[in-house]
């Protein structure tokens, strides 16, 4: 076999692999994913958070000062 005729049967493989792993893509799609555990939310504990952090700033400021 000659170099261009390497080349060719290399482009022609690397064409036909690549229609092979795309028809494998849509065969199934995957199952779903479960629901997420119960439990606390985040939104509400960092607004307390926020609220407790303000808090705490301006009374180590008013102390601060005095």
């Given at each position: 076999?000659?170099?261009?005729?390497?080349?060719?049967?290399?482009?022609?493989?690397?064409?036909?692999?690549?229609?092979?792993?795309?028809?494998?893509?849509?065969?199934?799609p995957p199952p779903?994913?479960?629901?997420?555990?119960?439990?606390?939310?985040?939104?509400?504990?960092?607004?307390?958070?926020?609220?407790?952090?303000?808090?705490?700033?301006?009374?180590?400021?008013?102390?601060?000062?005095?």
């Amino acid at each position: 076999m000659t170099i261009q005729n390497k080349r060719i049967f290399a482009s022609i493989l690397f064409v036909l692999i690549s229609f092979v792993c795309m028809a494998q893509i849509g065969e199934t799609p995957p199952p779903p994913q479960p629901p997420p555990p119960p439990g606390l939310t985040l939104d509400g504990g960092i607004v307390v958070l926020f609220f407790i952090a303000v808090f705490y700033g301006i009374k180590k400021s008013i102390r601060i000062k005095n």
